[in-house]
């Protein structure tokens, strides 16, 4: 108890072990343990209560990462590419709480994809993780569907097929934030991360993650050495928090763009490419396209629209829970039921 009265806590009481969870097996240097570890700062920085947060994932080396964090938080890992759909049904039910989906390559573009689409359309108020590094890691290292083309392995060969843009994907099935980062890119994992946790919708973030066992050869997309020396941010990006007075310093007009979001919280965008606006949906899937044909990472906030609803509140759920509510609620009472069967008799 002495110890941990020394630790320093935050703004709910706990300290940054409370947000830890089981040690990793993954392979020492695997690009999702950094994931896990900006998961840990931010809950612990923003203060989310663990136990007011709900973690899935499906199948593969990426969806074993929710035991790595927030230990107290509930979790639910499902069948390959099936996340989406637990996912959805659990945070119809639990619609106040928050929800973080980690998912990877393969159980996202390969057999999920149809699943990745629906969730996007549907609107699911989460954070959606792909841990993105190119490979099928827990089999052994065969190619996934985001695969760079004429990219050869030693055990897998050459892969000949052209690769899928999980960001471009998700902006075409209606996603309202996509942003791409790099694991090895900490300080812009976590702005991402306490902007997609304010979103009202399903927040979407393709996060490149190196394979440092099949998949780590510079000349790929995917390894770290290419991602350190080719990443090029759109913008650098902040997150002030609603309980902060917002202050911007002089900046030249034009360089700086604000988005707020739904609970007060601002987003700051430092503009590095001038024209750059993540708010014009034809212009981000441009830049993207553009990007894949110069082989460029481009990382940061792609494109964000706060204008629609999200499934909650299309179907116009109450303020208490399904999950929380009583019988006398969800069940119709003998003589109601009666009277809806007597309406359908011939």
Not at 315 to 335: N, Q, Y
Request: aromatic residues 6%; charged residues 25%.
């Amino acid at each position: 108890m002495g110890s941990r009265r020394q630790q320093k806590v935050n703004s709910i009481g706990l300290s940054r072990d409370d947000y830890k969870g089981r040690p990793s097996t993954l392979c020492a240097g695997c690009g999702h343990d950094s994931i896990s570890s900006q998961i840990i700062a931010v809950a612990y920085d923003v203060g989310i209560k663990p136990t007011n947060l709900m973690k899935f994932s499906g199948i593969g080396c990426s969806s074993k990462s929710p035991t790595y964090f927030l230990s107290q938080s509930h979790g639910f890992n499902s069948l390959h590419g099936r996340m989406p759909s637990v996912a959805t049904g659990a945070m119809m039910m639990n619609h106040n709480m928050l929800g973080i989906g980690v998912s990877g390559d393969g159980d996202t573009a390969s057999i999920g994809m149809g699943q990745f689409k629906h969730i996007m359309r549907r609107n699911v108020r989460m954070v959606y993780i792909i841990e993105n590094n190119g490979v099928y890691g827990l089999t052994k290292g065969q190619f996934s569907a985001t695969a760079d083309e004429g990219q050869s392995l030693k055990y897998a060969g050459t892969n000949e097929l052209p690769p899928i843009d999980i960001c471009m994907e998700a902006i075409l099935a209606g996603a309202g934030f996509v942003a791409r980062s790099f694991s090895g890119d900490p300080k812009q994992v976590r702005e991402l991360l306490k902007a997609a946790i304010a979103f009202r919708g399903t927040a979407v973030l393709d996060i490149i993650s190196p394979c440092v066992t099949f998949n780590n050869r510079d000349e790929s997309t995917k390894s770290y050495g290419f991602g350190k020396e080719n990443e090029e941010p759109l913008h650098d990006i902040n997150w002030v928090p609603v309980r902060e007075e917002i202050v911007i310093d002089d900046y030249e007009p034009g360089t700086v763009q604000q988005v707020e979001m739904h609970d007060g919280s601002i987003i700051e965008l430092r503009k590095l490419e001038e024209d750059y606006d993540p708010t014009d949906k034809m212009g981000a899937l441009h830049r993207l396209q553009w990007a894949q044909e110069k082989t460029e990472f481009i990382t940061g906030l792609i494109y964000i629209n706060n204008q629609r609803e999200s499934l909650a509140e299309l179907d116009h759920l109450g303020d208490t829970p399904v999950s929380r509510m009583g019988d006398d609620k969800l069940r119709p009472t003998a003589e109601k039921l009666n009277s809806l069967v007597d309406t359908m008799r011939f």
